[in-house]
């Protein structure tokens, strides 16, 4: 058993985005507390947004998205570290979790008083592609970034298939193409980036054939060829299509083993079902992180949102809360954003299927126009969609593509949705205007005038 002493024992299990913030909030909520901190990996507080620049060289060394190493964490939060230890098992009834050391297979029991999960999401894989093949990689941590790199630095590597259209992909895609490599994408759905409108994603699918990257959309009778060790080939409409390297970008689902192995309630997404308070259905135990669902603001229902800012943001309530505290987890607006071939993405809130799903009465407008007066070299054009509830008149999403100029785009949406004001207010705001930077009309005021004139 760790050392511990008579004050109150708090175990963080997962040491990514959602782990430090809470062991840290928790530390700084009650000083008192005994805060350990138990990562299974062998790094703590990475970032993981940032890998793709890491494999373009845009950020040198995977060690500068390494923020804290046990040594450091410990110094500079006052929290215990173990890395390269794994939680087997949770004794609810004892409040006693069981821990094993990776690397010596060492086995221990802790106690606790609180308990915090931040055990992450897993990256999804193709059931039919075996995990342990030389050359099938995801990317999903630091460990997979050197992975590789190491791959590619060993072997002679020209072809690359990438799995999975959505957002990873297309950044890796991206950084590939612009190291010289050859990139071939399959996806299920017909166009890429599932989960943000039809027009926007043909606009992709151009971005795409403008790139020389060779898209397949609507694969569903794909074969996969591979020996014992090496994934060789896919084929595909009658053609077999060789490949060096294959990255599976198919998405993430909750890390839930633990949960699930300790009886913890589980929603519908597979996320730990928690209160606004973090709380899991065991009162000593709360999550936070990749491994939860939140409530989505917009339907006021459950939903999965595996991003780094809600991570830190649910990390940091769940650390207050288990030490004594009384913050609140607050409904959250999805809003994100991706670049990928001089382009920026930004999704906001629903698209127009969820939009349908959850049975909404709506309507959307859209256009494209310059994102800067047309004599200024740098102007591009800039697409926008905003969908309408027309019961409330309220925004319930959007998606724009475009310059950077988009995120400031999606923020003011995102702070319109939860502000709750009506979308017929985007033509009534005075945005800036200069030309080097900002368009003398605004595409969110022309949207707006749109929904003046549509939204009925």
């Known amino acids: 058993m760790y050392p511990l002493n008579s004050r109150k024992n708090i175990i963080v299990i997962g040491g990514n985005a959602a782990g430090p913030a809470a062991a840290a909030k928790a530390k700084r909520t009650d000083p008192n ?11 703590i507080s990475t970032g993981t947004c940032e890998l793709p620049y890491l494999l373009s060289g845009e950020i040198k060394k995977y060690e500068d998205i390494v923020f804290f190493n046990p040594e450091s964490f410990e110094k500079e939060k006052g929290v ?27 086995k221990f029991e802790q106690e606790y008083d609180k308990l915090i999960l931040c055990t992450g999401s897993n990256a999804k894989s193709i059931p039919l592609i075996p995990k342990n093949l030389s050359n099938v990689f995801t990317l999903k941590s ?15 590597v020209r072809d690359i298939l990438i799995i999975g259209a959505g957002y990873i992909s297309l950044e890796v895609a991206d950084v590939f193409k612009k190291l010289g490599y050859s990139i071939t994408i399959l996806e299920k759905e017909k166009l890429p980036m599932p989960g943000v409108d039809d027009e926007t994603r043909y606009l992709i699918s151009d971005l795409l054939k403008q790139t020389g990257i060779e898209f397949f959309g609507g694969t569903k009778d794909v ?23 294959v990255l599976q970008a198919v998405g993430f689902e909750p890390n839930n083993n633990l949960a699930l192995s300790s009886k913890l309630s589980i929603g519908n997404f597979g996320g730990i079902k928690v209160d606004q308070k973090l709380r899991t259905s ?12 939140v409530v989505n603001k917009i339907v006021n229902k459950p939903d999965y949102f595996p991003l780094a800012t809600i991570a830190q943001q649910s990390g940091h309530t769940a650390g207050e809360n288990a030490a004594g505290g009384h913050g609140t ?9 991706v670049k990928f071939f001089g382009k920026s993405l930004v999704s906001v809130g629903l698209n127009s299927a969820e939009a349908k799903k959850y049975g909404f009465h709506f309507s959307s407008v859209h256009t494209i126009i310059p994102n800067l007066v047309k004599v200024m070299p740098q102007s591009e054009q800039v697409f926008g969609k905003i969908i309408i509830d027309k019961n409330t008149k309220l925004i319930i999403g959007a998606n724009f593509l475009g310059g950077t100029e988009t995120i400031g785009y999606g923020d003011l949406i995102s702070a319109f949705i939860h502000s709750k004001i009506k979308a017929t207010e985007l033509a009534n705001v005075n945005f800036n205007y200069t030309p080097p930077l900002s368009p003398f009309i605004n595409i969110l005021s022309v949207l707006g005038r749109k929904i003046e004139r549509e939204i009925k």
């Open 33 to 43: 507390a005994n805060v350990l901190m138990i990562e299974t990996g062998e790094f």
């Open 142 to 156: 630091v460990a997979d970034l050197i992975s590789i790199q190491s791959y590619l630095g060993k072997n002679k």
């Open 80 to 106: 215990k570290v173990l890395t390269s230890h794994f939680v087997e098992k949770i004794e609810r009834s004892k409040k006693i979790v069981t821990v094993r050391n990776i690397k010596t297979g060492h």
């Open 329 to 337: 987890f607050q409904p959250v607006i999805k809003n994100i954003a």
């Open 282 to 293: 065991d009162p000593n135990i709360f999550a936070a992180g990749d491994c939860i669902e």
């Open 223 to 245: 074969k996969y060829n591979h020996d014992e060790q090496k994934f060789l080939s896919i084929k595909l409409e009658g053609r077999v299509l060789e490949f060096d390297l």
